[in-house]
Structure formats: C-alpha cells, structure tokens
C-alpha cells in the first residue's frame, strides 16, 4: 500500500515562501510521476506541478516561475518550493502518484494560507 505525507504548509503573507514535502512509503523509482495539486474552496481540484521519473517537469501557468518542483530519490520525498506567494495561491496542496502500472495515489493533503 502506498501511503503519501504531505508537511510544511501553514499560515504566509503574500509575497513570503513555504516549501511542501511529500514523503513516499517506498522509492519514487515506483513511480513514473509526481506532482502536486491544489483545491481552493468551491473549486475543483487543479494541477500545480507535476515531475517524471526522469526529472522533466510540467507547471500550471499560474505558477510558472514561482513554484519549483524537485524531488530527492534518496529521501524518498518530494518537494514544492513556492516563492511569491499571492492569496490566490490558498488552497489545499495535494500530493500525487503514478506508478508505472498507472495507479493513481493520494496524500492527506495540508492547507497553505496566504494573507493580504
């Protein structure tokens, strides 16, 4: 069974940084891509960033050139820095993953506010 925990979410003002961790139960190389998603209240869930097994990654437009996704295969952990952090960007942060057999997983999920 894959579990994914998500941490490092809380309470920024606008234009702070927060960096979201996603540890993995086992190695990322299980999986062909992670990513990270968002739900705001009243709206679908929605893609953020997404990164392969071979470290291309893909980012939503509203995010490109704040958000960098990376991940450590080591650790087994993904990352999602965030930097110039707007309100709009409030959201509950999801983790994802495919594996190669194409299953998808979720994580718990943890709330990033940011304030005006």
């Known amino acids: 069974q894959v579990q994914l925990v998500e941490s490092g979410g809380g309470l920024v003002q606008a234009g702070g940084s927060l960096r979201l961790s996603c540890a993995a139960s086992?190695?990322?190389?299980?999986?062909?891509?992670m990513g990270w998603y968002r739900q705001a209240p009243g709206k679908p869930r929605e893609l953020v960033a997404t990164i392969t097994s071979g470290s291309s990654t893909n980012y939503a437009d509203s995010v490109k050139g704040r958000f960098t996704i990376s991940r450590d295969n080591a650790k087994n952990t993904v990352y999602l820095q965030m930097t110039s952090l707007k309100p709009d960007d409030t959201a509950v942060y999801y983790c994802?993953?495919?594996?190669?057999?194409?299953?998808?997983?979720w994580g718990q999920g943890t709330q990033v506010t940011v304030s005006a």
């Open positions: 994802n993953a495919i594996t190669w057999a194409v299953r998808s997983y």
């Open positions: 086992g190695s990322l190389l299980n999986f062909n891509t």
